[in-house]
């Protein structure tokens, strides 16, 4: 089947927006905050490794070497986890409403790594100065800063992160009684506190900002949707067959393939919706647009193009072979009585076929010709284009709609 033109819907396409629907909008959310964070995240992961060398440079005249690149080691093996995930989540990225363990294991690994910052850094940090105190705190305060614009999309990973950095050292701190420490102490804590306001109100507004960014893409979804397909059957509305159509007509004369047009209209549809009410009447169109999808070919295309006026498109056909399909969909159509409220009858149609072979417009009004002298001859017929002398309508093709 040629590729349909960008943005028009394919009859496979709007039978799969029937079942598909508009997407899960928490899922749809929750999967970009989960992208967001991947994507900060991996590359604050190799900063990190380069902020621990630095602080290891900074102390290692205070500090044995041992216990420093043992310290060291852990970092690169925990932010090393967390690359692998990162990149596994990319090459696999998970689906919308997917339940991903993988996810766990990566919010298990980043607490991991900070928890290894946060405990490690009392272990590697100099007791005896004030001074190399300060070092190590500046560098965790800084750290914890970072992880709070980091994980801005995940608000218990901020939290976690900011509290695993600095509850340590800061508890430390306090643990010691004197004064300077108890200072360093606080300011420590103040920090925290603040960083956990800020990190509440950021992950809000990502929150905010991504549901509503969902919300528009699953609106224009919707109205895409309404634009070109028929609220009543799910077929294709007329403007959209239409615009199909021209871009298949125009395909067929660049490639030469045959391009047929069937319409049919219903016989006496009127008299159904004055004997048993309109709600009848649409279940009758739904029967028929649920006949004409199920009997034509997938690559065929069907429209309701008016009240109770159908068309299909058949690609690759040539218009004999379509007033076959036409007879049999006719025939299909008389034989399966509708089940009317008083009981079954007989609903039956009148079809008009012609080869589509310059301008769609004119085998729209060729096919129209035809169903009209089938209409002429008596109903529940088919008739084809070459066989019928060209009829315009009283009033014209706008009368009937
Ligand atoms: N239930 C329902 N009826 C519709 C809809 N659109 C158009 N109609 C009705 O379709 C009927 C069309 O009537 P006519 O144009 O006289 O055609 P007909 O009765 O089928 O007669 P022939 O085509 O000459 O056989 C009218 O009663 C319209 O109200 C719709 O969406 N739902």
């Not at 994507?39 to 070497?65: D, K, N, P, R, T």
């Not at 800084?142 to 600095?166: D, K, M, R, Y």
């Amino acid at each position: 089947m040629p590729c349909p033109p960008r943005g028009c819907y394919t009859q496979q396409m709007i039978n799969k927006d029937q079942r598909a629907g508009p997407a899960n909008l928490p899922s749809a959310v929750h999967q970009e905050k989960l992208t967001l964070l991947l994507q900060q995240s991996h590359i604050a992961a190799y900063i990190s490794v380069g902020v621990a060398a630095i602080l290891v440079a900074v102390l290692w005249e205070q500090q044995s070497s041992d216990r420093l690149l043992t310290w060291m080691g852990g970092i690169v093996a925990t932010a090393s986890v967390r690359v692998v995930m990162y990149q596994s989540f990319r090459r696999h990225p998970p689906e919308v409403d997917e339940n991903s363990h993988r996810e766990f294991i990566y919010f298990a690994a980043t607490l991991t790594y900070f928890a290894w910052w946060g405990i490690g850094s009392l272990w590697i940090m100099p007791k005896a100065s004030y001074a190399d105190q300060i070092i190590v705190l500046y560098f965790m305060i800084g750290l914890a800063g970072s992880a709070v614009a980091v994980f801005s999309a995940n608000w218990p990973l901020q939290i976690g992160a900011v509290a695993l950095l600095l509850l340590p050292i800061v508890s430390w701190f306090f643990a010691q009684g004197s004064l300077p420490e108890a200072g360093m102490a606080t300011a420590g804590l103040i920090f925290l506190l603040s960083a956990t306001r800020s990190a509440r109100v950021l992950a809000g507004t990502i929150d905010t900002n991504l549901r509503l960014k969902h919300q528009l893409i699953n609106a224009n979804a919707v109205a895409e949707r309404l634009a070109r397909v028929d609220e009543l059957t799910n077929l294709y509305n007329r403007r959209a067959f239409n615009e199909y159509s021209r871009l298949q007509a125009a395909q067929a004369q660049r490639t030469g393939n045959p391009l047929s047009l069937v319409l049919l209209d219903l016989d006496h549809f009127k008299a159904v919706n004055d004997s048993y009410g309109h709600a009848v009447g649409d279940d009758v169109l739904q029967h028929v647009a649920k006949m004409l999808r199920e009997s034509v070919r997938e690559s065929d295309i069907c429209g309701r193009i008016g009240g109770e006026e159908f068309a299909i498109l058949l690609p690759g056909t040539s218009a004999e072979k379509a007033q076959v399909v036409a007879e049999a969909l006719r025939r299909q159509l008389y034989e399966i009585p509708f089940a009317f409220p008083d009981g079954e009858a007989i609903i039956h149609a009148s079809f008009g076929v012609a080869q589509v072979r310059g301008e769609f417009s004119d085998a729209l009004q060729q096919a129209d010709s035809a169903l009209y002298a089938a209409k002429t001859a008596g109903r529940n017929r088919v008739e084809l284009c070459d066989n019928v002398t060209p009829i315009r309508r009283p009033g014209g093709e706008q009368s009937r709609r």
